[in-house]
């Protein structure tokens, strides 16, 4: 009777059943976690590419949009860094991609994407860096075309709209308010 009592319990003493209900419970837990993360990834969206194209508006003309109004920096001697970007959020590329699409309106030969010091690649256009404004928090707003501490922010306009004579003719400028950035 001892040796089978010792033979239950191994060489240590301790029962084989409570070591194997403890490699069940873990080998348990371990599925249920592994089975909860495939779930996540097949439900997770991963962004593979980023679309630029045109909006128009009848008071600024026809504008760069990525879901939201995208806007250039004039900058100033204040670099645009961490705190600037909590407001103006650069339009980046996923990992592993180089170059945005083009969607309605853009030229894709314009489109192109510059390293930054943080590590992403920044959408430009006509080679001008692009950013959303924090203060759009929706598609059609645009609230940005403002100077604050980093420099002079702009809507890209692609076409500008003018008035001559009797009726409205368009102009291609590379941002609003008169001046070509």
Same mark, same amino acid.
């Given at each position: 009777?001892?040796?089978?009592?010792?033979?239950?319990?191994?060489?240590?003493?301790?029962?084989?059943?409570?070591?194997?209900?403890?490699?069940?419970?873990?080998?348990?837990?371990?599925?249920?976690?592994?089975?909860?993360?495939?779930?996540?990834?097949?439900?997770?969206?991963?962004?593979?590419?980023?679309?630029?194209?045109?909006?128009?508006?009848?008071?600024?003309?026809?504008?760069?949009?990525?879901?939201?109004?995208?806007?250039?920096?004039?900058?100033?001697?204040?670099?645009?860094?961490?705190?600037?970007?909590?407001?103006? +959020?650069?339009?980046?590329?996923?990992?592993?991609? &180089?170059?945005? =699409? $083009?969607?309605? *309106?853009?030229? @894709?030969?314009?489109?192109?994407?510059?390293?930054?010091?943080?590590?992403?690649?920044?959408?430009?256009?006509?080679?001008?860096?692009?950013?959303?404004?924090?203060?759009?928090?929706?598609?059609?707003?645009?609230?940005?075309?403002?100077?604050?501490?980093?420099?002079?922010?702009?809507?890209?306009?692609?076409?500008? +709209?003018?008035?001559?004579?009797?009726?409205?003719? &368009?102009?291609? =400028? $590379?941002?609003? *308010?008169?001046? @070509?950035?």
């Amino acid at each position: 009777m001892e040796q089978t009592k010792r033979h239950r319990e191994g060489n240590r003493g301790v029962p084989v059943g409570r070591i194997a209900a403890a490699a069940f419970a873990v080998g348990g837990l371990s599925a249920s976690v592994f089975a909860v993360g495939i779930a996540g990834a097949a439900t997770s969206h991963t962004t593979r590419s980023v679309v630029v194209s045109t909006a128009r508006y009848t008071k600024l003309g026809t504008i760069l949009v990525s879901g939201r109004t995208l806007y250039t920096l004039l900058p100033n001697k204040t670099a645009c860094a961490a705190a600037c970007r909590k407001i103006w +959020p650069e339009l980046v590329l996923p990992k592993g991609v &180089t170059k945005a =699409t $083009a969607g309605k *309106g853009v030229s @894709a030969s314009k489109l192109g994407s510059v390293m930054r010091s943080n590590g992403v690649r920044q959408v430009t256009y006509n080679g001008k860096a692009l950013y959303w404004f924090s203060g759009d928090n929706a598609a059609g707003q645009v609230h940005g075309n403002l100077t604050d501490t980093w420099g002079r922010w702009s809507d890209y306009v692609t076409v500008k +709209p003018t008035t001559s004579g009797g009726g409205t003719t &368009t102009t291609t =400028t $590379a941002a609003s *308010g008169g001046a @070509a950035f």
